[in-house]
C-alpha cells in the first residue's frame, strides 16, 4: 500500500474504520502523488505542503517536508515561498483562492498561469489543483478528527493525552459494527435531539410525496445559505491563543496569511457571488471528463473516492440496524457544498434543517472554512450518541464534499479558459 511515511500511519488507522473508502482513498493518493503524472514528484510534495499550509495543518506540513526530501527536492525550498522557482511560486495564488473561496477563482488566473516565461501546461495546471483540493480538504479531515496535536516532531514524541481519535481501545474494536456517520438534529436552542428522534425524521421524509415548486426551492436554498452565513465557527469566540497566528515553522509556505473564508452569502453584503448551480456544471456530467482528458485517468480514481463517501452506510446508526440513512448523508453533503455556494437543484434543502442540528452544522462549517479552529472539546459535543466510526464517517464527508466542491469550480474555470 502506498504510504508516504510511517507517521501517515495515523490518518490510515482513523480512516481504516472504514475499509471499503480506504482502499479508494489509497488509490487515488497513490496515484496523484507516485505514479506518471505531469508535475515532478518534488513539485507534488511541495504543492501539499503549501494546501496544508494555508490551514495551520503542521501535521501535514512536517510529513510532507520528509516526503519532499526523500524525492531529491531542494533543502532550501523548505526556507520559505522565496527561495522556491518563479514557476512554483505562481501557484500560491490560486492556492489560496481555492483553499478559502473558490468562488472568486476566474479563467484569468488559469490564463496568467500558462502565459509567459514560466508557463504552466493544462496539465500541469490540472494535476496541482487535484493536489491543493487533496490536501486542503485532507487538512480539514487531520483536524475534525483531533489527528493535529498528536505528532510533536521535533521530539518524534506522541502525545498521547492530546489525541481526540486514536484512543487505543477505540481501535482496537472490530470494524463490523460501525455505522455511517450520522447525527441527531436539535430543536433552536440547541439541545440534541436523540438518535430515535432522527430516525422518525428520517422515515418521514422518505414517505412524503409533495412536489416544491421551483421558486420554493430555490428560497429554501437560499435560506439555509443565509443561516449557514450567520452561524459562528466554532471556537472563535473561545480560543484566547492567538489562533489568528501563523506559527513561523507554517508562515514560511504562506503568502497573504490575512486572506481567509468569507461567507458566501452574507447579509446585506455587496456584490454576492453568483449561486453555482450543479445542473449548470456538475461533476458527473463535466468535471469528470474534463479531469480525465487532460490529467489521464485521475477522473475515475476520484470519481471512485467520492461515491465511496457519499454512498458508505452500513445501515446502522448508534447500534440500530436497518436504518436508511441515505437522506441525513445527502443533506450532510448537499450542506456542506452549499457553504460553498454550490447548489443541487433538485434537492429540498428544507431538509437539512430538519436533520442537521445548529451544533453539527457549526461543526461541518469550522472543520470546512477554519479547520484549525477545531478542539477536542467541539468534536466531543457533536453526534454525542454516535460510535467513534460514525463520527470518522461524517468527517469523510466533510473531506470528499468540500474537495469535490473546490475541484467544481476549478474546473469551470478551465473550461471557460478552453473555449
Not at 56 to 73: A, P, W
Request: hydrophobic fraction near 35%.
Amino acid at each position: 500500500m502506498p504510504m508516504d511515511g510511517a507517521e501517515l500511519d495515523h490518518v490510515t488507522k482513523v480512516i481504516a474504520h472504514h475499509p471499503r473508502y480506504l482502499e479508494h482513498y489509497f488509490n487515488t493518493q497513490n496515484f496523484v502523488m507516485h505514479c506518471d503524472g505531469p508535475l515532478p514528484f518534488e513539485y507534488r510534495s511541495y504543492i501539499a505542503i503549501m494546501a496544508a499550509a494555508r490551514h495551520k495543518c503542521t501535521y501535514l506540513v512536517n510529513l510532507y517536508e520528509k516526503e519532499f526530501l526523500l524525492q531529491g527536492g531542494d533543502r532550501n525550498w523548505l526556507k520559505g515561498l522565496e527561495y522556491i522557482p518563479a514557476k512554483l511560486r505562481a501557484i500560491s495564488d490560486i492556492n489560496k483562492i481555492l483553499a478559502h473561496r473558490p468562488w472568486l477563482l476566474s479563467k484569468e488566473h488559469i490564463e496568467r498561469l500558462t502565459k509567459g516565461q514560466n508557463s504552466w501546461s493544462l496539465a500541469e495546471v490540472v494535476h496541482a489543483i487535484v493536489l491543493l483540493a487533496h490536501f486542503h480538504s485532507l487538512s480539514s479531515f487531520v483536524f475534525s478528527c483531533g489527528l493535529t496535536q498528536e505528532l510533536d516532531t521535533s521530539s518524534q514524541k506522541i502525545e498521547n493525552n492530546n489525541i481526540v481519535v486514536l484512543q487505543k481501545t477505540e481501535l482496537e474494536q472490530p470494524i463490523g459494527q460501525e455505522a455511517l456517520g450520522q447525527l441527531q438534529p436539535s430543536p433552536p436552542q440547541g439541545t440534541e435531539v436523540t438518535v430515535d428522534a432522527l430516525m422518525q425524521r428520517m422515515k418521514k421524509l422518505s414517505e412524503k410525496s409533495t412536489e416544491c415548486t421551483e421558486m420554493e426551492l430555490s428560497n429554501r436554498f437560499k435560506h439555509v445559505e443565509m443561516q449557514a452565513a450567520e452561524l459562528p465557527a466554532a471556537s472563535s469566540v473561545l480560543r484566547v491563543d492567538g489562533q489568528g497566528e501563523v506559527p513561523q515553522q507554517i508562515g514560511r509556505f504562506v503568502d497573504d496569511p490575512n486572506f481567509t473564508y468569507q461567507d458566501f452569502a452574507r447579509r446585506g453584503a455587496e456584490n454576492i457571488p453568483q449561486t453555482f448551480r450543479i445542473q449548470d456544471y456538475s461533476w458527473d456530467d463535466h468535471g469528470y471528463s474534463l479531469v480525465n482528458r487532460l490529467y489521464n485517468d485521475v477522473g475515475f480514481y476520484l470519481d471512485e473516492k467520492f461515491r465511496a463517501a457519499y454512498n458508505l452506510t452500513y445501515y446502522t446508526i448508534a447500534g440500530r440496524t436497518n436504518v436508511d440513512t441515505s437522506k441525513f448523508r445527502r443533506a450532510i453533503w448537499n450542506y456542506i457544498q452549499c457553504i460553498y455556494g454550490i447548489r443541487h437543484d433538485d434537492y429540498d434543502y428544507g431538509e437539512v434543517n430538519q436533520l442537521l442540528d445548529r451544533s453539527l452544522k457549526m461543526f461541518i462549517k469550522t472543520a470546512c472554512c477554519f479547520p484549525e479552529r477545531i478542539t477536542k472539546p467541539d468534536y466531543d459535543s457533536v453526534l454525542v450518541e454516535l460510535q467513534h466510526s460514525e463520527k470518522v464517517h461524517v468527517n469523510l464527508m466533510i473531506l470528499e464534499a468540500r474537495n469535490q466542491a473546490e475541484l467544481l469550480y476549478a474546473l469551470r474555470e478551465i473550461m471557460r479558459y478552453m473555449t
